[in-house]
């Protein structure tokens, strides 16, 4: 199938969850400031719905991006794959809710943990989806050599570790686990640097795809 319905349905999907997480920053709370210093209190107690905030909008954008790039060379997509990105986009419309969780709640271990676990699911399955299109001998990726694409499914996993990894360090450490994410790009390159390169003159040895 082609890949148009799916890309617009999934760049909706991210765009309306990017603006439905900034409804949670109100004024409301600020109603009762009548000076400058209440004011600025009210701010600063607002700090962790704040931050919350931020931290899921740029995540989301991250994991945007990573879409963007995967549709630069998906060029069809089968019924597994549809599944695959129906399963990402759930976890994509929870988390305004679970940002919500954890600026209300970032007190107590569940608060804490079910962000990293709405990011980690959203993880997981762009991650499994990647590896279904880019599978040898699939014919739903273009513009990637076949050591290029190995290469590419082992620099996508990187997420899922950071991401397994952030939700074992949130009940520890809050949401200063996902500074974890800022080591994607040395943890990709190291993971798709162990596919040994196999070419002569830029053709490989040897062909996976099958007869």
Not at 44 to 61: G, N, T
Request: aromatic share 12%; with cysteine.
């Amino acid at each position: 199938m082609s890949t148009r319905r799916l890309e617009a349905f999934t760049d909706g999907v991210f765009a309306i969850a990017a603006t439905l997480l900034v409804l949670d920053l109100t004024v409301n709370d600020l109603a009762g400031a009548k000076t400058d210093a209440e004011l600025w209190r009210g701010l600063v107690d607002m700090w962790p719905a704040v931050s919350s905030f931020a931290i899921s909008f740029f995540l989301l954008c991250l994991l945007w991006s990573i879409h963007v790039r995967q549709f630069e060379y998906i060029v069809h997509v089968d019924t597994p794959m549809l599944w695959l990105n129906t399963l990402r986009l759930f976890g994509v419309v929870l988390i305004p809710f679970t940002t919500s969780l954890d600026s209300r709640f970032g007190g107590l271990t569940l608060g804490q943990t079910l962000l990293p676990i709405n990011f980690f699911w959203v993880v997981l399955f762009g991650y499994l989806l990647w590896v279904r299109a880019a599978a040898p001998g699939s014919g739903l990726i273009e513009g990637l050599s076949p050591l290029e694409a190995a290469r590419s499914r082992r620099d996508a996993l990187s997420a899922v570790i950071l991401g397994a990894v952030v939700v074992i360090a949130a009940p520890f450490i809050g949401s200063w686990a996902f500074i974890a994410y800022a080591f994607d790009t040395p943890l990709s390159r190291l993971l798709s640097g162990r596919i040994e390169d196999t070419t002569v003159s830029g053709v490989p040895e040897t062909d996976p795809r099958p007869e």
